[in-house]
C-alpha cells in the first residue's frame, strides 16, 4: 500500500515534442503529489505538486493530470528542451506530522536536439 | 543562504569501517531527512528527524545510526560498513506545517559513498 510506481523507466523524446511520464499509487490516505527534477551529481529539486481536490495543475511548460479514482497521476512536459534531460521522480506522502515522501523509481529523459 | 550541505562529497571506505556523513541546512527547517539512491530504486527513506532530540526509522534503517543535537545538523552514522551500503546518500530538510500550501524537501548534493 506504500508503493509508488513509475513508468516508463526511459523516454526519449524529440525536441519541441511532449514528454510524459505516469506514476500510480495504492495508499488512498496520500495527499500531496510532488515531482522531483534530477540532474546528474545534483539533488532532485521539487518542479511541481498537487493535492488531490483538483484534477491538474499547470506551471509554464509542466503540468500535473491527476485521476484521484484511478489513483493516478503523470507529468506533462511540453515543448520538450535538451535543457530538460534529466531524471524525474514522482513521489507521494500522506502528510500527517512526518511529512515523509514515497518516491517513485525515477524516469531517465533524454530530450534530442 | 547555503540551503542543504553535506560532506563529504566521496567517500570510499574499507569494509567494516565506520564514517559519520554530514549534512547541514540553514533554512530553520523542523523536518530533516535522509535518503539513500540506488540505480533504478529511486529514493529510499533511512531515518527521519522531526525536531531536536527526535528521530525515527525509515524504509531502511538497518546498518545506520542518527542524532539530532540541534536543530541545523543532522549526522547520519553509518557503522561496521558493508558492500550493500555502496550508494548515493542525500539529506534533506523541510518546513511542514499542518495544510501548508507546501511540503516541499529541500535536498542536499549527496554524498558518494563506495564500500571495497
Known amino acids: 500500500q506504500q508503493q509508488v510506481k513509475q513508468s516508463p523507466q526511459s523516454l526519449i523524446v524529440q525536441k519541441g515534442g511532449i514528454s510524459i511520464i505516469n506514476c500510480a499509487y495504492e495508499?488512498?490516505?496520500?495527499?500531496?503529489f510532488p515531482w522531483y527534477q534530477q540532474f546528474p551529481g545534483k539533488g532532485p529539486a521539487l518542479l511541481i505538486a498537487i493535492r488531490p481536490d483538483v484534477s491538474e495543475k499547470k506551471e509554464g511548460r509542466f503540468t500535473i493530470s491527476f485521476n484521484k479514482s484511478a489513483k493516478q497521476f503523470s507529468l506533462h512536459i511540453m515543448d520538450s528542451q535538451p535543457g530538460d534531460s534529466a531524471t524525474y521522480f514522482c513521489a507521494a506522502s500522506n502528510g500527517g506530522a512526518t511529512n515523509k515522501l514515497i518516491f517513485g523509481t525515477g524516469t531517465l529523459l533524454a530530450v534530442q536536439p | 543562504n547555503a540551503g542543504v550541505t553535506q560532506t563529504p562529497k566521496f567517500r570510499i571506505l574499507k569494509i567494516g569501517q565506520s564514517m559519520t556523513l554530514q549534512c547541514t541546512q540553514d533554512?530553520?527547517?523542523?523536518?530533516m531527512y535522509w535518503y539513500r539512491q540506488d540505480p533504478g530504486m529511486g529514493l529510499k527513506l533511512i531515518y527521519y528527524?522531526?525536531?531536536?532530540?527526535?528521530?525515527d526509522k525509515g524504509e531502511v534503517p538497518n546498518g545506520y545510526n542518527v542524532s539530532r543535537s540541534t536543530t541545523e545538523d543532522f549526522p547520519l552514522r553509518l557503522e561496521l560498513a558493508a558492500p550493500s551500503q555502496t550508494s548515493v546518500y542525500f539529506c534533506?530538510?523541510?518546513?511542514?506545517?499542518?495544510?501548508?500550501?507546501?511540503?516541499?524537501?529541500?535536498f542536499g548534493p549527496g554524498t558518494r559513498l563506495t564500500v571495497l
Open positions: 528527524s522531526v525536531g531536536a532530540g527526535i528521530t
Open positions: 534533506a530538510s523541510s518546513s511542514w506545517t499542518s495544510g501548508g500550501a507546501s511540503n516541499e524537501q529541500f
Open positions: 495508499n488512498t490516505a496520500f495527499d500531496y
Open positions: 533554512m530553520n527547517h523542523n523536518y
